[in-house]
């Protein structure tokens, strides 16, 4: 790198991580630490044949465990170690205090109570429902499905329910963007029906004409990210819409994107019925590695009779004490005495969870935007946009398509996305999403976030740049500075080894 | 600097000052932010939401507030979701900002830690299960069992359509199967069972070459051990039917492992372990035998090898998942429950294999403990059903049992209300002493 640009050099990264090694492997297993094999048979209050023979498990002591969960901590990469730009995945920074007001004492509560011993509960989810609806321009939301994915089967199902209940199941089509989440396509398919992919245009975004030719009588819903997963506005929007209800269909809103939104459009003033809300995306929840997350669902009033049940709403003899500030918007109150219930839509679809969803994420998310108010909430847009622009503008990587907002897709060319990914890790930054959206050739999908300062964005420009000019054999060779060196993953598909019992010889 | 006492006049957490917001915009040569924004005027939003910024410390006060409406009860509920005690060490080292700010495993060699905590979740199922593959998570159990029937629809050898669950499934449960299979040609129905478990002879009724998947649970909804798990198993075989059976990590540590009992799949709440009361937050266990490896739903952790020829954790058969398969993906599930399941793996090692069984042992006898003493208050008949239970039961109450079911609450102790004379007690996590009062209460209520 020694023929680099000196500016830039001088803002990488050196980055090693944390590494354990242990006759030839790294950080022991549990079970190479402790098998201990008990014995149940005669110990057991049951008769033989209902109880097993044994159970063999780890066992360790406390301080043997808080060292294992530490050593394996610190050979994870977080929000909290670096920026995080993957794309798509609205990785931004998880304030801390969310955490502690989960851990409230009154969080933990058991969801067969009855109503009424859990007012603040009920409180907080229709507090939350109501902020959703506020920020999405939706008329009502139902809290229950788990994951943004849950979310989408959720207004699949709202939508063959209210097509149903319309004298209209002959609809069996729901289409999808080519360049679309690839669970817009799977939660359309495990509803049942047909998915018809919709190319883009040469701008990257909807095809008007093909949409055109897609829509007909069969089309139940045409699912939507916006902006799209280039991060483009899709501009004709209304006509869109227009499109899609002129024949009877129904206009799904995919919420990965709304943190590109936040105070400058809603998805229910764009022409949208029904949405999602990715609760860990846009309203920061942690990603604990994978999950929990939370995939609220958002509608226009026709559709509320189909939500999930039950739902949660004021109860109609309830009365409310004065608000507590002198200026009487209630949102400022602190947990009033309105009396909340739990009640079911009329026509509902059911159940998608087997109680209220992810209640602890819920209660994160809605103390960020409580937190963060009209002001921080159109602020985290207006950042987030502005870092993706200057990342952008500071790359050597050409971005093919523009103007984007909150993400964009950069392409690495002639050389291997994946490639270039894994030579990121080695400058202390988490690479962006690579390969996809296809659309863009060696795609480096990035969203950097309203979180990142100019300084941090600057090192991360530095780390792109810094791959950018070294040779496709360092870049093959990636990464060297990680726990693990890089891992073959036929093998691993090859012969399939998922539990320690596998590599017993 | 926006300190947590103060409001924010924008995000908080976006550390931009207006020299480095300034300079951003120079260099990409725009005026303003909202320049950048490519939005139509006619559907620009300039209203506001109403939503007040607070401090951090005034938004910590406000949740106190709103969660301070719930009552302080002693909870002896359960039926699928239970308040075992969490030990600390799980919240501290789950809550370490690595494991809570990091996501999906996708740059493997980064994230060699998290894959390694997944890889020992699954490995605890398949001990506990006897099946070879586990998951490393659904949803929660309701999800999970609606996976299942979508695997049994991929998987299944016959024509048939019919999915048999026990009359006694609760009823969300239900609901979220019937959702799950309301994109295929499957049906959900019942079969009867006999005094709170399977009846051998009612069932053998109730199936026939039409069912592709049978499924029982094991301890039931009404805290019963199954003893007939072996009849419905050889039926479910007799019919190439998949059978299905739905536990936890905590009964699995006691109870006769469903591979001896012919389960093809195990599917229930692992959040049993590593969550407190969560009101229904969970984690979907979802175990299987080998032969479904290929349509198995969610994420899977293998060992592979990297550059160096040292042992090393991958996420692993992606191809069966939807960011690649698409439409023809095995599951749409994306985001899961991975940060729980790292809690209830820790908390499994917390308890090791002792501790397990221990906790498994004392959830039956503790259950026959405070029947027995329930049984001995005038009016009230526990348990109800002749049978084994772990952990919770249905009394018998003389007086409607919502009036009791009230009473109750008024002394400060929430049961289940299951029928109009019935009411379910767990006594999952609730201490000795608490049991005690609980005992006193119930009788000063049916006095």
Known sequence: MSDGDPVADARQVRYDQARYVDDGQYEPLLSEKDRTRVEIGDESPLPDDLTRDELELPALSEPELARHYTRLSQMIYGIDSGPYPLGSCTMKYNPKFTEDVAALPGASVHPDRSAASVQGTLELLSRLQDYLGRIGGMDAVTLQPPAGAAGEFVGIRVAAAYHEHNGEDHRDEVIVPESAHGTNFASAALGGYDVVSLPSDDEGRVDLEALDAALSEHTAALMLTNPNTLGLFERDIEEIADMVHDVGGLLYYDGANLNALLGRARPGDMGFDVMHYNVHKTFATPHGGGGPGAGPVGVVDELAPFLPAPRVRAAEDGTRAEDRNSDGDSDSAGAGEQRYELFDPEHTIGKVHGFQGNWLVLVKAFAYIARLGDEGLADASAKAVLNANYLASQIEFGVPYGPFHHEFVASAGERDAADVAKRMLDYGVHPPTTKWPEIVPEALMTEPTEVESKDTLDRLAAAFNAVAREDDETLADAPERTTARRIDQTSAARSPRLSWHELDD | ?447
């Open chain 2, 1 to 447: 600097m926006n300190g947590a006492e103060t409001r924010a006049s924008g995000s908080p957490y976006a550390p931009h000052t207006a020299d480095e917001r300034d300079a951003m915009l120079e260099a990409v040569e725009a005026d303003s932010i909202a320049e950048l924004f490519d939005i139509p005027d006619a559907i620009r939003f300039t209203d506001e939401f109403g939503i007040d910024a607070r401090s951090e410390r005034e938004t910590r006060r406000l949740v106190r507030s709103i969660l301070g409406r719930n009552e302080n009860l002693t909870e002896l509920l359960g039926r699928g979701h239970y308040g075992y005690y969490v030990p600390s060490l799980v919240d501290h080292l789950a809550d370490r900002s690595e494991f809570l700010t990091s996501y999906t495993q996708y740059q493997p060699e980064i994230s060699q830690g998290f894959l390694q905590a997944l890889f020992e979740y699954q490995s605890l199922l398949v001990e506990l299960t006897g099946l070879e593959i586990a998951n490393c998570s659904m949803y929660d159990a309701a999800t999970a069992l609606g996976e299942a029937a979508t695997l049994a629809d991929r998987v299944r050898e016959t024509s048939g359509h019919r999915v048999l669950v026990p009359d006694l499934l609760r009823k969300e449960r239900r609901g979220t199967l019937e959702n799950y299979v309301a994109g295929t040609d499957l049906i959900v129905e019942s079969y009867p069972t006999a005094d709170g478990a399977i009846d051998a002879d009612e069932l053998a009724a109730a199936v026939d070459e039409d069912v592709v998947m049978l499924y029982a649970e094991n301890p039931t909804v009404r805290g019963t051990i199954e003893e007939r798990l072996d009849a419905a198993s050889e039926l479910a075989t007799d019919a190439d039917a998949l059978f299905v059976l739905g536990s936890d990590p905590v009964a699995l540590s006691l109870l006769q492992r469903p591979a001896d009992a012919g389960a093809d799949v195990v599917i229930g709440d692992a959040s049993v372990l590593g969550l407190p009361t969560s009101y229904g937050m969970g984690l979907g266990l979802f175990a299987c035998r080998e032969d479904y490896l290929r349509q198995v739903p969610g994420r899977l952790v293998g060992v592979s090898e990297d550059a160096t020829d040292r042992r090393a954790f991958t996420l692993t058969l992606q191809t069966r998942e939807q960011h690649i398969r698409r439409e023809r993906a095995t599951s749409n599930i994306c985001t899961n429950q991975a940060w729980v399941a790292l809690r209830t793996a820790m908390h499994a090692a917390a308890l090791g294999p002792d501790g397990l069984v221990d906790l498994a042992k004392r959830g039956v006898t503790r259950a026959e403990t405070l029947a027995e003493r329930l049984d001995d208050l005038v009016g009230v008949t526990a348990p109800v059903h002749d049978r084994h239970h772990i952990r919770e039961f249905v009394a018998h109450v003389d007086q409607p049992a919502p009036a009791i079911a009230e009473d109750l609450e008024r002394r400060g102790f929430a049961v289940h209300v299951v029928g109009e004379h019935e009411v379910q007690c767990c006594v999952a996590g609730v201490p000795d002493t608490e049991l005690d009062a609980f005992v006193a209460a119930f009788s000063e209520v049916v006095r």
